[in-house]
């Protein structure tokens, strides 16, 4: 835990659409499934989560629909619509140009500059 | 608070559907679970394990209240948080609460009378169904609504645009129930009037079209509600009883509905008649005089389809038609289509611009008022530049306190708001049901309805908008850094601030008022001592009808001769006279008049409009009209004598160029007749008119043009109620039948001097508003400045300031924009005077009392703004204050 990084504001819903982007998942599945692809490198309040699934849902990136989860309990699932299968693309095209531009800025050797 | 909390509760749930509450509430309770089922998988007890799972989820609540505004649902529930903080803030100050809903109170109020009068006497249409397409016929070359009976046979039959044409006219009758004869007032109608206006009877029937069949040929009555609620005790047996009206019998056929009160706003008849038995009414009838234009208003509802374009070019064929088929009394004649209900041009331009002033007045004083609550707010706003900074420091938006500011500033002004439009509701009851005369029954019917109610909350918005405003700026700027760094923000303003802007456009506003108010009250008081070309003062009026005491035109002269005689002899009368109609009583007579050469006598050829009276010789010395030069008439100008006239000066200047050019020349009536001037009289006021200008007027001896109705005129010093019974008992010994109104001429003038009294007192209140509301912001300003500058002063007076200057220090700001507001305002006020000049007598800007009345009146309030701020400023004591600190 010492080791889990903070989120940068505005990646939370990125890595909710992605995380979804695997299938339909309920909030806390939506957790684990964030925890599992990122190597549970990162810091997420669980509550912080659905601020950020209600704000998606209205946007219409996500669609959301009742069921039973594996355990058989009652739960909200989240499946990914067309609209947010689009911009799950651009917004990680958009991120990874981003971040190679950082790292590269960041790993260049003092003479080179 | 808790009422509060739970009002917060149930609105929530009003306004987030139930479902997404629990739908929301189930979701995050799942999401627990499944942590918790998790946690119980890895070896942790079950209750242990919903415990942890419930702690690493965090602040429930608040993600829920994030998850609201995720989905975008938070306006109310902002709105509550602000009005609870508003709520809070405001208690803490109660006496900036009060005075601003006080202020908002005044200056809403004032514009919801405003807009009452506004409403009722020109917005609503009359009380009758399809109002919208009711419209009066007014002669389109004058002024002019009224109409003679055979014209108005001939519009109503030969127009193809109306849905039946009716006519009314105003009458007044003694009505013998066979217990209290009263006299009252009547509509004569025409026989259509009820079907025409689409009115059903409240109980009985109405007359018809169908039910005149020529002169005197339809004796019923048709009571109005409230006279049969008043004078029948809501008796429904009186549907077909018999009553005397002036001594003919008349049948009453039933009651008209409780809302219909005519089609005249002013005047509510007590009993409708039928026109064409207007001879047994009046005594005398015009009903085949198509010259005599005694029909007081004709009008009608267009046909659906027809626009009003369309029915002015009917009438207007139909009014060629008249000019062709009767060039001696109608001539070329052209209509026009107005409002019913102010007899069109008549009235309605006058009230139209006496309240648009009024209206305009009272914008100011909300304006005013707007302008002094701005900068209470802007000054409240710099206190709590810290409380601001402090907020924005710990994460607010800009946006979101700017927001809590105006809802502050509405809060207020709906509060206001409401408060006003309760005074002004009861305001405006009580006008609707004041009886100005005692012997008129004329309402003002401006009670108040919901368009009164939706102006007042718009203009309560707005103004709680536009005061708000002022001091957004002022909050977008704050640097929190800066103010929390350096406490509070003790920058001693130089430079010119928007609230100085403010209170100096405020104090114009109000001097405008001040201004305006006293224009009116000169004007009032001048026209109360103008010269009327007659003097009221000592002077009594006997009114009496002969005709209505059953005498015939032959008996007239010997009666009046009688009356006269019988008035002269009561001890101290000088002298006792008798006219038709006196001066500035409503019903003048107005006929053309021609230079003696003339000789197409045709009514529109005539040089002039000369007003008309008949009188007896002893008029002049008994009204005290001086008479200029040549003689008074003698009994001797009779029937058989030669016509002979005295006229006034600007009859003989109109007519004849001079005075002396006029005396002993002849001057012709529309009926051909010669009329020699005998005498000049000096000017006058004559129609009911305090401000108009010079009118030509000739006096006519009353033996060569014989009138019925007359008025004595006493002159006498005597105490009024010794006179007021010798009167009575000589009246009763010439005739005990005879009906008689004896009043001052002081009383009856009070007819004439209402318009200019109301816009006294409506000027005078406003005037007493805006004085009130600058006296208030001056207080502000100054108390504010004092406050903040307490410790400068403290200083000032440890280092041994003066009295002088420690008051020129604290005040000499408020004083100086004092000084700029009330000069812009004298100024503004003064050319506001033009517009005053048409209700009020004589208003002149340049008056030297109007002038200095201003001025002594705005330092007075100057002064007594600054009085308590100057005495805390004087009382500083620099050791307590200093060591304070």
Redesign the interface.
């Known amino acids: 835990v010492a080791h889990q990084a903070q989120l940068l504001p505005g990646t939370l819903d990125l890595l909710i659409l992605r995380a979804v982007s695997l299938g339909p998942l309920?909030?806390?599945?939506v957790l684990l499934r964030i925890g599992q692809i990122s190597g549970n490198a990162l810091l997420i309040?669980?509550?912080?989560l659905?601020?950020?699934l209600?704000?998606l849902v209205?946007q219409g990136l996500l669609k959301a629909s009742w069921g039973t989860?594996d355990?058989n309990?009652?739960?909200?699932f989240y499946e990914l619509t067309s609209a947010g299968r689009k911009r799950l693309r651009e917004e990680t095209e958009s991120w990874n140009r981003l971040a190679s531009a950082i790292a590269c800025a960041l790993s260049q050797q003092p003479e080179e500059t | 608070m808790k009422l509060l909390n739970s009002l917060r509760l149930r609105i929530a749930t009003l306004f987030y559907p139930a479902q997404v509450n629990t739908?929301m509430e189930?979701?995050?309770s799942?999401?627990i679970?499944?942590?918790a089922?998790d946690l119980e998988r890895s070896g942790l007890p079950r209750p242990e394990a919903e415990r942890r799972a419930r702690i690493?989820?965090?602040?429930?609540e608040?993600?829920k209240e994030?998850?609201h505004?995720?989905?975008?649902n938070h306006f109310i529930e902002t709105l509550i948080q602000d009005l609870r903080f508003s709520l809070r803030m405001l208690r803490k100050s109660p006496g900036f609460a009060i005075a601003a809903v006080l202020t908002l109170a005044l200056a809403i109020g004032a514009n919801a009378v405003v807009f009452g009068m506004l409403n009722g006497l020109l917005l609503r249409p009359l009380n009758v169904p399809r109002a919208q397409s009711l419209y009066a016929v007014q002669r389109g070359n004058a002024t002019y609504i009224v109409q003679s009976y055979p014209d108005y046979l001939d519009l109503r039959d030969r127009n193809r645009s109306f849905d039946g044409l009716a006519a009314y006219t105003i009458a007044q009758a003694g009505l013998d129930t066979g217990k209290n004869p009263s006299t009252a007032w009547l509509f004569e109608v025409s026989g259509n009037y009820f079907d025409a206006l689409g009115i059903q009877p409240y109980l009985g029937r109405f007359f018809h079209g169908s039910d005149e069949h020529g002169p005197n040929s339809a004796p019923y009555i048709v009571l109005s509600w409230a006279y049969w609620h008043s004078h029948f005790q809501d008796d429904s047996g009186v549907v077909g009883r018999t009553v005397q009206l002036s001594k003919h019998p008349f049948t009453i056929l039933g009651v008209a509905p409780p809302q219909f009160h005519g089609t005249l706003l002013i005047l509510s008849p007590d009993f409708f008649v039928p026109m064409v038995n207007a001879e047994q009414v009046d005594g005398v009838a015009f009903l085949n005089a198509r010259g005599t234009r005694w029909v007081f208003e004709v009008l009608g509802r267009l046909k659906v389809g027809v626009t009003p374009a369309q029915a002015t070019a009917d009438l207007n064929a139909i009014g060629y038609y008249l000019g062709k088929t009767y060039p001696k009394d109608d001539g070329p004649t052209s209509f026009s289509l107005v409002r019913p209900g102010l007899h069109g041009d008549f009235f309605a331009p006058a009230a139209r611009a006496f309240l648009a002033g009024l209206m305009l007045l009272a914008g100011l004083i909300l304006l005013a008022a707007c302008a002094n609550l701005g900068s209470l707010f802007a000054a409240r706003a710099a206190d709590r530049g810290r409380e601001v900074a402090l907020r924005l420091a710990l994460g607010s938006s800009r946006s979101r306190i700017v927001r809590q500011l105006f809802t502050e500033a509405v809060m207020i002004s709906l509060a206001g708001g409401a408060a006003g439009l309760w005074a002004s509701v009861v305001l405006l009851r009580w006008l609707s049901l004041w009886q100005p005369f005692p012997q008129f029954s004329m309402t003002i019917p401006v009670s108040p309805d919901a368009s009164v109610y939706l102006v007042a909350l718009l203009l309560a918005l707005a103004s709680g908008f536009l005061f708000g405003a002022i001091p957004v700026r002022q909050v977008l700027r704050t640097n929190p850094y800066e103010v929390v760094k350096s406490g509070s923000s003790g920058r001693a303003g130089r430079r010119l601030t928007v609230r100085d802007v403010l209170l100096v456009v405020q104090i114009a506003i109000c001097a405008v008022l001040v201004t305006s108010s006293f224009v009116a009250l000169r004007g009032l008081a001048r026209s109360l001592h103008a010269n009327f070309g007659f003097e009221p003062r000592n002077a009594t009026l006997v009114e009496t009808n002969l005709s209505l005491a059953g005498y015939r035109s032959d008996q007239l002269p010997i009666m009046q001769k009688r009356m006269i005689d019988a008035m002269e002899a009561i001890p101290g009368v000088t002298r006792a006279g008798l006219v038709d109609v006196p001066p500035l009583h409503m019903g003048w007579d107005v006929s053309p008049v021609f230079t003696d050469n003339m000789t197409d006598l045709r009514p529109w050829k005539a040089v002039a409009q000369a007003v008309t009276y008949k009188i007896s010789p002893e008029y002049f010395q008994a009204a005290g009209t001086a008479m200029l030069a040549g003689r008074i008439f003698s009994l001797g100008d009779d029937k058989e004598a030669p016509r002979v006239a005295v006229v006034n000066q600007e009859f003989a200047r109109q007519i004849f160029g001079s005075v002396s050019s006029a005396l002993g020349s002849y001057y012709k009536m529309p009926d051909g007749t010669r009329v020699q001037v005998v005498g000049i009289a000096e000017d006058g006021k004559y129609t009911a008119n305090i401000a108009e200008d010079p009118q030509p007027a000739m006096f006519l001896p009353i033996l060569q043009s014989p009138a019925n109705e007359t008025w004595l005129v006493l002159r006498s010093s005597r105490d009024r109620q010794q006179l007021v019974a010798a009167i009575r008992s000589k009246l009763r010994d010439l005739d005990p039948g005879l009906p008689a109104f004896i009043q001052t001429w002081n009383e009856e003038m009070n007819g004439a001097l209402f318009a200019p009294r109301m816009a006294t007192a409506s000027l005078g209140v406003l005037g007493l508003m805006g004085a009130m509301l600058s006296i208030t912001g001056i207080f502000g300003m100054a108390a504010y400045s004092v406050s903040k500058r307490l410790r400068e002063l403290g200083i000032r007076i440890a280092l041994g300031a003066q009295r002088k200057e420690v008051l020129e220090a604290a005040l000499g700001r408020a004083l100086k924009l004092l000084a700029y507001g009330s000069a812009a305002g004298l100024l503004l006020g003064l050319l506001a005077t033009r517009v005053l000049a048409f209700i009020v007598y004589q208003a002149t800007p340049r008056d030297p009392l109007v002038l200095a009345g201003v001025v002594g009146a705005m330092s007075l309030l100057g002064l007594l703004a600054t009085w308590i701020p100057a005495q805390r400023a004087l009382s500083v004591n620099p050791v307590i204050l200093l060591r304070a600190e």
């Not at chain 1, 309920?26 to 599945?29: E, L, N, R, T």
């Not at chain 2, 505004?69 to 975008?72: F, I, K, T, V």
């Open positions: 309920h909030g806390y599945g309040e669980q509550g912080a659905y601020p950020g209600f704000r209205r989860s355990n309990r009652r739960a909200k | 739908e189930e979701e995050l799942s999401h679970q499944l942590r089922d690493e989820f965090g602040g429930r608040k993600y994030e998850c505004q995720a989905l975008g």
